[in-house]
Nanobody, 123 residues
Framework: QAQLQESGGGLVQAGGSLRLSCAAS????????MGWFRQAPGKERELVAA???????YYAESVTGRFALSRDNDEVTAYLQMNSLKPEDTAMYYC?????????????????WGQGTQVTVSS
């Protein structure tokens, strides 16, 4: 069964850092684009960052320069390094996988979703 398992969320003070991990299993995700969406209470879900299997990246304007997404194709794991965190980054973060970058970036959808991990940034 295809599965995306997130880890690494938590509570951090403004200006701090967190690293989220997403491990894919259960099918061949090697050639899938992977990414992270987030959703804060009362707000729409938004794509934070995405990475193709070749390593091409996309970042939302709100996180550009602060977040960095990478992946290990051997382990089929994606890592989201979040630096200089702000209270407005507080949200549930969801790992996602799509069979192309367009699925994630243009359609803002995914073929597979993780369960989510909470990130809370205190001021």
């Amino acid at each position: 069964q295809a599965q995306l398992q997130e880890s690494g969320g938590g509570l951090v003070q403004a200006g701090g850092s967190l690293r989220l991990s997403c491990a894919a299993s259960g099918r061949t995700f090697t050639y899938y684009a992977m990414g992270w969406f987030r959703q804060a209470p009362g707000k729409e879900r938004e794509l934070v960052a995405a990475i193709s299997w070749r390593g091409r990246t996309y970042y939302a304007e709100s996180v550009t320069g602060r977040f960095a997404l990478s992946r290990d194709n051997d382990e089929v794991t994606a890592y989201l390094q979040m630096n200089s965190l702000k209270p407005e980054d507080t949200a549930m973060y969801y790992c996602a996988a799509g069979n192309s970058m367009d699925v994630l970036t243009t359609r803002q959808k995914a073929d597979y979703w993780g369960q989510g991990t909470q990130v809370t940034v205190s001021s």
